[in-house]
């Protein structure tokens, strides 16, 4: 699944009833950038339409989940062309991220799930992560908002008081963590959780689907409700997208000069470095 310059950022590959969805950048940590979120959204898509295909597992090459949208894309571009549309029901910065999935769909997590990498883990119904996984909301330090559903999500998983940590502070969640508060399903040996999630998906995949099926979609709709769920995700839009011109291209470009990377909260300007040691 190539885009028109030949970038094949996106992988596939088939176990059954079994599709394994790869993030496939991994010189970049798997940093998602547009053509990258358009082959997300396609594989996603063709998973969604085929109906030999009953789970989908989600993973990062490289021993990274993903480390969230490609910063020097973002630092370089027009803030109006990294907004999606907001009356999309799909597609997002991210790719699928504001999708109501229809089948189950588990993320494998290594390394960093972080800013609008945690946010396509928490569009997966299930994660599953080894204990080098590490979540947060890194994108605070550099003032890009949650606009894949992160905060939509983020509190029915884990619970109000919890996610606003997470989110206010931007700090690491690492994987004991992300298990004791729900972010995470399972917690497995490093290197085991692509294994360990295939594992899960063969085990679904194999119950009698229209049962299933019908179960996760009540659920959903208990928790979310399509229409609800979607006023959210427009709410977040359109409290998000101001900060877009104001804060986040500046942020990016500070990234792409060296400031915060690796996770860091060291080397960034003197006065964010003073509000960011008050946390």
Same mark, same amino acid.
């Given at each position: 699944?190539?885009?028109?310059?030949?970038?094949?950022?996106?992988?596939?590959? /088939?176990?059954?009833?079994?599709?394994?969805?790869?993030?496939?950048?991994?010189?970049?940590?798997?940093?998602?950038?547009?053509?990258?979120?358009?082959?997300?959204?396609?594989?996603?898509?063709?998973?969604?339409?085929?109906?030999?295909?009953?789970?989908?597992?989600?993973?990062?090459?490289?021993?990274?989940?993903?480390?969230?949208?490609?910063?020097?894309?973002?630092?370089?571009?027009?803030?109006?062309?990294?907004?999606?549309?907001?009356?999309? /029901?799909?597609?997002?910065?991210?790719?699928?991220?504001?999708?109501?999935?229809?089948?189950?769909?588990?993320?494998?997590?290594?390394?960093?799930? =972080?800013?609008?990498?945690?946010?396509?883990?928490?569009?997966?119904?299930?994660?599953?992560?080894?204990?080098?996984?590490?979540?947060? =909301?890194?994108? /605070?330090?550099?003032?890009?908002?949650?606009?894949?559903?992160?905060?939509? /999500?983020?509190?029915?998983?884990?619970?109000?008081?919890?996610?606003?940590?997470?989110?206010?502070?931007?700090?690491?969640?690492?994987?004991?963590?992300?298990?004791?508060?729900?972010?995470?399903?399972?917690?497995?040996?490093?290197?085991?959780?692509?294994?360990?999630?295939?594992?899960?998906?063969?085990?679904?995949?194999?119950?009698?689907?229209?049962?299933?099926?019908?179960?996760?979609?009540?659920?959903?709709?208990?928790?979310?409700?399509?229409?609800?769920?979607?006023?959210?995700?427009?709410?977040?839009?359109?409290?998000?997208?101001?900060?877009?011109?104001?804060?986040?291209?500046?942020?990016?470009?500070?990234?792409?000069?060296?400031?915060?990377?690796?996770?860091?909260?060291?080397?960034?300007?003197?006065?964010?470095?003073?509000?960011?040691?008050?946390?």
């Amino acid at each position: 699944m190539a885009d028109s310059s030949g970038s094949n950022f996106i992988e596939t590959e /088939r176990r059954g009833p079994v599709v394994i969805i790869h993030l496939n950048r991994p010189e970049k940590r798997n940093a998602v950038n547009a053509k990258m979120a358009s082959q997300l959204t396609r594989a996603m898509d063709a998973f969604l339409n085929d109906d030999s295909a009953h789970v989908a597992v989600l993973h990062g090459r490289g021993g990274h989940f993903c480390a969230g949208a490609d910063l020097e894309e973002v630092s370089q571009r027009d803030p109006q062309q990294l907004l999606p549309d907001p009356e999309s /029901r799909g597609t997002g910065p991210m790719g699928p991220s504001r999708m109501v999935l229809t089948k189950p769909v588990i993320a494998a997590v290594e390394g960093f799930a =972080v800013a609008g990498g945690m946010e396509l883990a928490m569009m997966c119904d299930l994660r599953i992560v080894d204990h080098s996984a590490v979540f947060g =909301v890194y994108c /605070r330090r550099f003032g890009v908002p949650l606009i894949d559903g992160g905060t939509v /999500r983020l509190p029915q998983l884990v619970g109000f008081s919890r996610a606003m940590d997470l989110i206010l502070t931007g700090r690491p969640c690492p994987a004991t963590e992300a298990y004791n508060i729900g972010l995470a399903n399972r917690l497995v040996q490093n290197g085991k959780a692509l294994e360990a999630a295939i594992d899960l998906a063969q085990q679904i995949a194999g119950y009698p689907q229209e049962c299933m099926i019908a179960d996760r979609q009540s659920a959903h709709h208990a928790t979310f409700d399509a229409k609800r769920f979607f006023d959210a995700v427009q709410f977040e839009y359109y409290n998000g997208s101001g900060v877009i011109n104001h804060e986040a291209i500046k942020g990016a470009q500070r990234f792409m000069e060296g400031a915060g990377k690796h996770g860091s909260f060291e080397n960034l300007n003197d006065s964010y470095k003073k509000k960011m040691s008050k946390l």
